[in-house]
Nanobody, 123 residues
Framework: QVQLVESGGGLVQPGGSLRLSCAAS????????MGWFRQAPGKEREFLAA????????AYADSVKGRFTVSRDNAKNTVYLQLNSLKPEDTAVYYC????????????????WGQGTQVTVSS
């Protein structure tokens, strides 16, 4: 099994930045892609970005391209999501998840998931 733990969320003012981390442990060799999603109250879970462990290939949702950047540190088994130019509508719980597939965008293609970290953008 793979265990995922997110960190780095918090309260930030509009226009600010945060860096989220997702530490993976366990049978990480069974995963190919790490993805980031978010879910706001009353909304569906939304794909944000994904990255492959081996080549570092990435995929982004159009809604965050240019503002969010996904990266990984293979030595630390950790994936990051840099959030820049944050807006109040970015407020949500942010999740990382693992997939054996190549850069999938649908939440059902990911398992397991981390517990999530809250990001609140407010003045």
């Amino acid at each position: 099994q793979v265990q995922l733990v997110e960190s780095g969320g918090g309260l930030v003012q509009p226009g600010g930045s945060l860096r989220l981390s997702c530490a993976a442990s366990g049978r990480t060799f069974s995963t190919y892609t790490m993805g980031w999603f978010r879910q706001a109250p009353g909304k569906e879970r939304e794909f944000l970005a994904a990255i492959t462990w081996n080549t570092g290939s990435t995929a982004y949702a159009d809604s965050v391209k240019g503002r969010f950047t996904v990266s990984r540190d293979n030595a630390k088994n950790t994936v990051y999501l840099q959030l820049n130019s944050l807006k109040p509508e970015d407020t949500a719980v942010y999740y990382c998840a693992a997939s054996p597939r190549n850069l999938p965008r649908r939440s059902y293609e990911y398992d397991p998931w981390g517990q999530g970290t809250q990001v609140t953008v407010s003045s």
